[in-house]
């Protein structure tokens, strides 16, 4: 168990409205990761974040900022969210006990509408 | 840019039969390859390669990495129902600690 939590689980909102999903991490991992995850597409890299306040884009970045205030959590916005954004958003962690062998959190399903 | 293609994009088999999934990639400073497995919710990791040549195995499970050939195969042997999911592989690029994934192949076993 690498320890992630994500929250929240399931969400649904409008297009406009800001969105923040949250993964928390009790082990103490270096790296963090958001992923989305859309048929056809796989798992697609947004951000990741290789220490506190250290951050860099992934492969589909735009529409989306992240923060990481604390080694623990690492948060992903969707500062006005579209209906492009309705996903599968998994958080991921690296680093420590677990090498370089990625793990993933439950995963948050994302509705815009 | 770093690219990972699997193939096929899916697969229907019996009960029994013997499947091989591809992998291949193109990346700058390889490190390591993974394997993952998903039903119907977060990916669960399988095997991770980082030298050429050596089977990894997990009972009816296996992989090999080809560093020259640029690909890997993940084996199963005797399917079972059970392993219906969408399999993943990642390369971790340029040592960075980021991975990039393929689109997966899914998997499904008929009984």
């Known amino acids: 168990d690498a320890g992630i939590t994500q929250s929240p689980r399931h969400k649904v909102t409008e297009t406009g409205t800001p969105v923040t999903l949250r993964c928390h991490q009790t082990?103490?991992?270096?790296?963090m990761y958001w992923y989305r995850q859309d048929p056809g597409h796989g798992l697609r890299l947004i951000h990741y974040?290789?220490?506190?306040?250290?951050?860099d884009k992934g492969e589909v970045s735009d529409g989306y900022s992240v923060s990481r205030s604390k080694t623990e959590d690492f948060l992903l916005t969707l500062e006005s969210a579209t209906s492009s954004q309705t996903s599968v958003y998994f958080c991921?962690?690296?680093?420590?006990?677990?090498?370089?062998?990625?793990?993933f959190g439950e995963g948050s399903w994302l509705t815009v509408v | 840019e770093d690219k990972v293609v699997q193939s096929p994009l899916s697969l229907v088999v019996h009960e029994g039969d013997t499947v091989t999934l591809n992998c291949s990639y193109e990346?700058?400073?390889?490190?390591?390859l993974l394997w993952y497995k998903q039903e119907k919710k977060a990916p669960t990791f399988l095997f991770m390669l980082t030298s050429s040549g050596i089977e990894k195995k997990s009972g009816r499970l296996s992989s090999i990495l080809d560093k020259k050939e640029l690909f890997s195969i993940l084996n199963i042997t005797a399917t079972q129902t059970g392993d219906s999911a969408v399999y993943l592989c990642a390369d971790e690029t340029s040592g960075t600690y980021k991975y990039i994934f393929g689109t997966g192949t899914r998997l499904k076993v008929l009984a």
């Open positions: 990346v700058t400073n390889f490190r390591s």
């Open positions: 991921a962690i690296s680093g420590g006990f677990t090498g370089n062998t990625i793990y």
């Open positions: 974040s290789y220490g506190v306040k250290d951050t």
């Open positions: 082990e103490n991992h270096r790296y």
